[in-house]
């Protein structure tokens, strides 16, 4: 990546993608505990969230030094890596395809699942409507308070990534800004 205009190619999609996976994937793990788990399942799961983050930095750090201490250019080491990386994510959307099944679904006629749909269509025509602004006004102020002070702070928040350019834009080498960034994080 070397523009700000490739950052955001690649960061948009990827904050797309993570905001679509997360209900689906916290149905997934509230579904198949019993409710005095849950709290041990999501901690299970933020754990090894964190230690894959960590571990995956630091594979990225070693898979770097490796490839480019051959004198290799350093943005083909991370092309390398990204494929590397694309591996486990592979197997995983393939696991989860057919190996992963909603608890009393496996066994559902298409007849089942058709009037369980319809049900759910009814009651949401039947549910009154009411647009985005009205929403907003009926929200107690406590929780608009919340919303504008996180919003300031989502804004506030930015990527490394744009450390990186902007670091590799006054010379610093690729391994250097890395190793930065994982001193940061």
């Given amino acids: 990546m070397q523009t700000l205009l ?3 190619g690649i960061r948009v999609p990827e904050r797309i993608g993570k905001g679509s996976r997360g209900a689906p994937r916290d149905a997934l793990i509230a579904e198949s505990v019993d409710k005095k788990d849950l709290g041990k399942a999501f901690g299970f799961h ?3 969230d964190s230690v894959g983050a960590v571990i995956g930095s630091f594979l990225g750090f070693v898979f770097l030094v490796v490839i480019t201490s051959d ?3 350093t943005s083909d ?3 390398l ?3 590397i990386s694309a591996v486990p994510a592979v197997i995983s959307v393939v696991i989860a395809q057919f190996f992963v099944y909603e608890k009393g679904r496996k ?3 298409k007849d089942t699942i058709e009037r369980q749909i319809g049900k759910q269509e009814q009651e949401q025509r039947s549910n009154k409507k009411i647009n985005f602004l009205t ?7 406590k929780l608009k308070s919340f919303i504008v002070v996180s919003s300031i702070f989502a804004f506030a928040n930015f990527k490394l990534s744009f ?3 902007r670091a590799k834009s006054m010379g610093v080498s690729d391994i250097t800004s890395f190793c930065s960034i994982l001193y940061l994080i």
């Fill in 81 to 83: 890596i990204f494929v």
């Fill in 71 to 73: 004198g290799n250019n």
């Fill in 46 to 48: 933020r754990a090894f």
């Fill in 77 to 79: 080491a991370f092309r």
């Fill in 6 to 8: 490739q950052v955001l």
């Fill in 107 to 109: 066994g559902q006629t």
């Fill in 163 to 165: 450390f990186i350019l």
């Fill in 135 to 141: 929403g907003i006004k009926m929200l107690d102020i």
